[in-house]
């Protein structure tokens, strides 16, 4: 399997995706010898049935103007993406939809089922925060059934993103092995592949990180295994740290966690690395 078929999911409302998450998309397409395209919403926001409300504050007029407000940052990253992604030669389509801000999460998750991987960039601000990328994110990596590539929300770098360091989280878990096998058209392609595993900081049973090595060498690609000891920090914590060591350019993870009606119950690590990865990462469940 390779990535042929990539998607990147634009916010346009509270606050707009930064274009430098564009451009590090189409760095990730170029690298992976993909086409890319891009969704963003146009959001309709439900106006409250309250008489009272309309009379003093018009409600509908505002609500008509933050939609507007969304139409226009949709517009406006879709062109900025078609002209850089164009110019590049990744480009594949762009795409606007019009939905409910409810409803904005299971709009992208419907397109990325038919994708080969979906690209979200991550927001600033509260973790908890519902209608925002994170959230995005969360249902998406939960709910499409394919890899999903999260971008953190740092500034941009000074050079092009690449993935020619890519660390794998291995804990022997299902999840763990599902984002491997994955990954393995990012792990073939990368120049260094690094195993960790964060010991003593929960039970670990099942095959160690050098029998993956031994795993991945059938395939062709030559990894390393470090076994870090946790040292009274979190998984999310000791993976940050072995990050910066191996000078990763990606993290490959299980993500662990499940659905509820509209919640989602994340692990530590899943959350951890969520939030505040120092980089890309890539996550299957």
């Known amino acids: ?4 078929d990539i998607l990147i999911a634009l916010t346009t409302y509270p606050e707009p995706t930064p274009a430098s998450a564009i451009d590090d998309a189409i760095s990730l397409a170029i690298a992976l010898e993909s086409r890319l395209s891009a969704i963003a919403c146009e ?13 003093l504050l018009d409600v509908p007029a505002m609500a008509s103007t933050e939609a507007r407000k ?22 594949q389509d762009r795409i606007l939809e019009h939905c409910l801000t409810s409803e904005i999460a299971d709009v992208f998750v419907d397109h990325a089922r038919v994708r080969d991987l979906t690209i979200v960039p991550m927001t600033d601000g509260d973790f908890s925060a519902r209608f925002d990328a994170n959230w995005h994110a969360e249902s998406i990596i939960f709910g499409s059934g394919r890899p ?82 946790a040292a009274g920090r979190t998984i999310g914590e ?39 990865s120092p980089v890309p990462v890539f996550f299957s469940h």
């Open 43 to 55: 959001v309709k926001i439900r106006v409250p049935g309250s008489i009272f409300g309309s009379a």
């Open 148 to 229: 999903t590539i999260v971008l953190p929300p740092v500034p941009k770098r000074s050079d092009v993103m690449t993935m020619d360091t890519v660390v794998v989280a291995w804990d022997s878990s299902r999840p763990a092995a599902r984002a491997v096998a994955d990954s393995l058209p990012i792990l073939a392609k990368a120049k260094r592949t690094c195993i960790v595993t964060v010991a003593n900081e929960k039970p670990i049973r099942g095959r160690s990180g050098e029998d993956l090595v031994r795993h991945l060498a059938h395939h062709g690609i030559e990894a390393s295994f470090d076994a870090v000891n």
């Open 238 to 276: 000791a993976l940050a740290s072995h990050i910066a060591v191996c000078e990763g350019d990606l993290l490959v993870m299980g993500a662990y966690g499940h659905a509820r009606i509209r919640e989602m119950v994340l692990g530590g690590a899943t959350k951890s690395m969520l939030a505040r």
């Open 70 to 91: 969304s139409l226009i940052n949709g517009e406006r990253l879709l062109a900025l993406f078609e002209s850089a992604a164009v110019k590049r030669g990744v480009f």
């Open 1 to 4: 399997m390779s990535f042929k």
